[in-house]
């Protein structure tokens, strides 16, 4: 079984920054690829940024991209999203999600494994 722990969020103002970070443990997989999503109220979780275990090619969502920085730290089993120049329009709980391919999904069907969530509030 795959356990996902998520940590880092909080209440910011717009403008400001907040790292947020994913950690593994369970099984580990030689090569897997990890996702961050984010849900509000009455809306579908959405995907927002994604990265090969192995090579760290990354992908983002149009809004973040330019804003957010996905990371992974290997031999700790973590990804980590750092969020700068915050938006109120990005408030959302926040997950991280691993799925059992190299590849980088945008769906949430993608995904095998899921944390708890971590919520975000940018306050304008």
């Known amino acids: 079984q795959v356990q996902l722990v998520e940590s880092g969020g909080g209440l910011v103002q717009a403008g400001g920054s907040l790292r947020l970070s994913c950690a593994v443990s369970?099984?580990?997989?030689?090569?897997?690829?990890m996702g961050w999503f984010r849900q509000t109220p009455g809306k579908e979780r959405e995907f927002v940024a994604g990265i090969r275990w192995s090579g760290g090619t990354t992908y983002y969502t149009d809004s973040v991209n330019g804003r957010f920085t996905i990371s992974r730290d290997n031999a700790k089993n973590t990804v980590y999203l750092q969020m700068n120049s915050l938006k109120p329009e990005d408030t959302a709980v926040y997950y991280c999600?691993?799925?059992?391919?190299?590849?980088?999904?945008?769906?949430?069907?993608?995904?095998?494994?899921w944390g708890q969530g971590t919520q975000v509030t940018v306050s304008s």
């Open positions: 999600a691993v799925r059992l391919n190299y590849a980088v999904g945008r769906d949430v069907a993608d995904y095998d494994y």
């Open positions: 369970g099984r580990t997989f030689s090569t897997y690829a």
